[in-house]
């Protein structure tokens, strides 16, 4: 018998009062063009102290056998399991702003039921806003200003809107979370940093810096980003090396330039010109199944 969403999960028995705190949430598993939402992720967590106040039941909703943990082995004996974990952990901003972080997995089955037991925390603690995050792979170059597109259960809550009208793309279990969420009158939205889709596989962290700032922007959370500015610089300096030595990567990113210079200026717009037709939503949909065909064949 499948579990009650309430069952999903356990929570600490010492969880401070958290009424009006921002959850924020990232999956692994779905797009994340240049590691970009992954990366933030990974320095809230180095930049703030935390720990864990809820802990989901992956059992009931990884397919090990489709992504298997790794074990360690040694001499005669097995020593380890790296078992995945799908968990909330509690974090304060630089001014002692109390914030929610759920991270881990995407589950393979029962999105349904997860989002309903987000829901359940979000009205036990008294969450005031769900916020996701990620990267997408897009034909921008690098050498322009990075964009970051924003959507939410209310218009009031968008900072930058989608140049999209209506497109069907492959569904993920943070953006089911948002619409459920807004369906119950909850606040939520996400972020999608734009990506150069020829940096889309690596580590991008301008992307990731990109959608830090619209978090705290959005959230009014306080955190350092130094760490991150510093990874954006150096691997910027490490890409126009590259693109320096290489003739076709130049034609490349000059080409792209000009698209985006032309497209901008033509209607502000980043990805379609008064000439050209918006990208259908099977064109979207096919180019987002391809990337993540591609994280699938490289994992």
């Not at 929610?100 to 089955?109: A, I, K, N």
């Not at 909850?186 to 700032?213: C, R």
């Amino acid at each position: 018998m499948a579990l009650d969403p309430g069952d999903l999960f356990e929570v600490d028995s010492d969880v401070p009062d958290l009424t009006g705190a921002v959850l924020l949430h990232h999956f692994d598993g779905f797009m994340d063009a240049g590691a970009a939402g992954s990366a933030v992720v990974d320095h809230l967590l180095e930049v703030h102290e935390h720990r864990v106040v809820a802990r989901f039941d992956v059992d009931d909703l990884i397919d090990y056998r489709a992504r298997r943990p790794t074990m360690g082995y040694a001499t005669d004996r097995w020593e380890s399991y790296d078992a995945p974990e799908l968990v909330v952990r509690l974090l304060h901003d630089s001014v002692g702003t109390p914030f929610l972080l759920m991270t881990g997995p995407e589950p393979d089955r029962r999105w349904e039921a997860v989002a309903a037991a987000v829901r359940i925390l979000v009205e036990r603690w008294g969450v005031r806003l769900a916020v996701s995050f990620h990267g997408i792979p897009m034909g921008v170059p690098h050498t322009r200003k990075l964009s970051v597109i924003s959507h939410a259960t209310r218009p009031e809550l968008v900072t930058e809107k989608s140049p999209f009208s209506r497109v069907q793309v492959p569904g993920n279990l943070a953006a089911l979370i948002e619409l459920r969420l807004g369906e119950a009158g909850h606040d939520a939205m996400g972020f999608a940093a734009y990506v150069p889709h020829y940096l889309a596989q690596g580590s991008y962290p301008a992307a990731a810096l990109g959608l830090l700032e619209s978090l705290t922007r959005s959230t009014g959370l306080i955190v350092p980003a130094a760490a991150l500015t510093e990874s954006a610089r150096r691997t910027d300096a490490e890409i126009a090396r590259q693109v320096a030595e290489s003739d076709e990567v130049a034609q490349v990113v000059e080409a792209l330039e000009r698209q985006y210079d032309a497209f901008t200026e033509a209607s502000e717009n980043l990805l379609v010109n008064e000439d050209e037709p918006l990208p259908s939503a099977d064109e979207l949909g096919a180019e987002f199944e391809r990337f993540l065909a591609e994280q699938q064949r490289d994992r």
